[in-house]
């Protein structure tokens, strides 16, 4: 297997509905931006946040975490094995956190003073360990994109006209900066995981902070360990998840192989998760409010018994590993269960003291979230087809290969 830029159409049905959904979210956008953030949500006092920090950072942030462990798997652990998988999974924690970025961004009532976090630096804050540790990992995810963007580009600069005085000197800083990353890779790939495990972590450390506001199902002192421990658990099923979609869409092989062994690990990621959670709850005996009929419990029991017990279950079962669908369903349903804890955690267990209604997402902030979605599934889209970002047969990049330079194929 070589990764190589994929040799398929840009434009299907699935891929104009994308568009339509972006282009809707660029409408609300422009309202969001000219007529304030009240204008298009409903956010207030009570509640200073919604789906834009519930769902497009804490969990955005949390299904981003293939590219950490992944990375992790393959160059710290030597898992020689799943390298064909890197790239795909670097590619889509890259796009993950610069979408974590802008739903920041989106959210902030004064969102031109973002850069104020760059600037005045308070350590005692935990938000700020959120903010410099994000940006930090997502320059350390650009850096190690660069060997895929001098992979492709190294030897193929052809400038016309009078730019072309320019190809040779591209190439040779191409090749200058592929040999000095060559040499020192390892730094960001060590400094990549352990800024992410900062970050995961202190999302839980954020919802602490709020004290009594959060329900007790979720409001935990070792929320920062339950936080990256998720994290790491919904990292390959990420990984399986995107490497299925992406095969079937551009018409690829599936490297099931792979696969398999890489759901080996999830099965006891998610035992981990659920001894500490389960052990939590025994200690703190919150489980008390699970015998309450009301949305807290039945949300928490949804969340852990669709999210964690069953798809554990079913990655201990070798006849899920060995079949596509059921490993892509086993996949999904981490991915269900770790989404649904930060909406859980963020929005549903989050109770202001003086609230007098409860809060629902508008419109406006549905139409972002999705087309935030829908955006980063058409710039994966360009990548893989600009890039060398999946492995494909070498039997098949050579037929290619051949033909192109007879001319059958341009």
Same mark, same amino acid.
């Given at each position: 297997?070589?990764?190589?830029?994929?040799?398929?159409?840009?434009?299907?049905?699935?891929?104009?509905?994308?568009?339509? +959904?972006?282009?809707?979210?660029?409408?609300?956008?422009?309202?969001?931006?000219?007529?304030?953030?009240?204008?298009? $949500?409903?956010?207030?006092?009570?509640?200073?946040?919604?789906?834009?920090?519930?769902?497009?950072?804490?969990?955005?942030?949390?299904?981003?975490?293939?590219?950490?462990?992944?990375?992790?798997?393959?160059?710290?652990?030597?898992? =020689?094995?799943?390298?064909?998988?890197?790239?795909?999974?670097?590619?889509?924690?890259?796009?993950?956190? $610069?979408?974590?970025?802008?739903?920041?961004?989106?959210? /902030?009532?004064?969102?031109?003073?973002?850069?104020?976090?760059?600037?005045?630096?308070?350590?005692? !804050?935990?938000?700020?360990?959120?903010?410099?540790?994000?940006?930090?990992? /997502?320059?350390? +995810?650009?850096?190690?994109?660069?060997?895929?963007?001098?992979?492709?580009?190294?030897?193929?600069?052809?400038?016309?006209?009078?730019?072309?005085?320019?190809?040779?000197?591209?190439?040779?800083?191409?090749?200058?900066?592929?040999? !000095?990353?060559?040499?020192?890779?390892?730094?960001?790939?060590?400094?990549?995981?352990? &800024?992410?495990?900062?970050?995961?972590?202190?999302?839980?450390?954020?919802?602490? &902070?709020?004290?009594?506001?959060?329900?007790?199902?979720?409001?935990?002192?070792?929320?920062? +360990?339950?936080?990256?421990?998720?994290?790491?658990?919904?990292?390959?099923?990420?990984?399986?998840?995107? !490497?299925?979609?992406?095969?079937?869409?551009?018409?690829?092989? !599936?490297?099931?192989?792979?696969?398999?062994?890489?759901?080996?690990?999830?099965?006891?990621?998610?035992?981990?998760?659920?001894?500490?959670?389960?052990?939590?709850?025994?200690?703190?005996? $919150?489980?008390?409010?699970?015998?309450?009929?009301?949305?807290?419990?039945?949300?928490?029991?949804?969340?852990?018994?669709?999210?964690?017990?069953?798809?554990?279950?079913?990655?201990?079962?070798?006849?899920? &590993? $060995?079949?596509?669908?059921?490993?892509?369903?086993?996949?999904?349903?981490?991915?269900?269960?770790? +989404?649904?804890?930060?909406?859980?955690?963020?929005?549903?267990?989050?109770?202001?003291?003086?609230?007098?209604?409860?809060?629902?997402?508008?419109?406006?902030?549905?139409?972002?979230?999705?087309?935030?979605?829908?955006? =980063?599934?058409?710039?994966?889209?360009? /990548?893989?087809?600009?890039?060398?970002?999946?492995?494909?047969?070498?039997?098949?990049?050579?037929?290619?290969?051949?033909?192109?330079?007879?001319?059958?194929?341009?």
């Amino acid at each position: 297997m070589e990764p190589s830029p994929v040799k398929k159409p840009f434009f299907t049905p699935t891929v104009i509905v994308l568009i339509i +959904l972006v282009v809707n979210a660029l409408v609300w956008a422009f309202m969001r931006f000219v007529f304030g953030i009240g204008a298009v $949500t409903n956010l207030n006092n009570q509640y200073p946040w919604g789906i834009w920090i519930g769902i497009d950072v804490a969990a955005g942030v949390a299904l981003a975490a293939g590219g950490f462990t992944t990375s992790a798997l393959a160059h710290i652990f030597h898992k =020689e094995h799943f390298h064909d998988i890197v790239r795909p999974a670097l590619l889509t924690a890259m796009l993950g956190y $610069t979408f974590v970025g802008m739903g920041v961004f989106f959210d /902030l009532g004064r969102y031109y003073n973002i850069w104020h976090v760059m600037i005045f630096w308070n350590g005692n !804050s935990v938000l700020f360990e959120v903010g410099i540790c994000v940006m930090a990992y /997502l320059t350390v +995810l650009y850096i190690e994109f660069l060997p895929i963007v001098t992979d492709r580009f190294i030897g193929r600069v052809n400038f016309r006209g009078i730019l072309s005085k320019l190809n040779s000197m591209i190439d040779t800083l191409l090749r200058f900066v592929d040999r !000095s990353l060559s040499k020192i890779m390892f730094f960001f790939i060590i400094l990549g995981v352990v &800024l992410s495990c900062l970050h995961q972590s202190s999302l839980g450390t954020l919802m602490i &902070l709020a004290g009594p506001k959060v329900h007790p199902l979720w409001q935990s002192p070792i929320s920062p +360990l339950l936080f990256l421990l998720s994290a790491i658990s919904v990292g390959f099923p990420m990984v399986i998840m995107e !490497s299925i979609i992406s095969s079937r869409s551009f018409g690829l092989k !599936s490297e099931m192989d792979v696969l398999s062994s890489l759901g080996r690990y999830v099965g006891p990621l998610l035992g981990i998760y659920l001894a500490f959670k389960i052990g939590d709850m025994a200690v703190r005996q $919150t489980f008390v409010h699970l015998t309450e009929i009301n949305a807290a419990s039945i949300m928490w029991i949804i969340e852990v018994l669709l999210g964690v017990v069953i798809p554990m279950r079913m990655f201990f079962w070798d006849k899920v &590993l $060995t079949s596509k669908p059921l490993i892509f369903t086993a996949a999904i349903l981490v991915i269900f269960g770790v +989404l649904m804890n930060r909406i859980n955690t963020f929005i549903v267990s989050y109770t202001p003291l003086y609230a007098t209604e409860v809060y629902w997402p508008s419109i406006g902030e549905i139409s972002i979230t999705i087309g935030f979605v829908a955006l =980063e599934i058409l710039l994966y889209r360009t /990548l893989v087809m600009i890039f060398p970002v999946i492995s494909q047969p070498l039997e098949r990049i050579r037929l290619k290969t051949k033909f192109a330079a007879k001319g059958v194929i341009r």
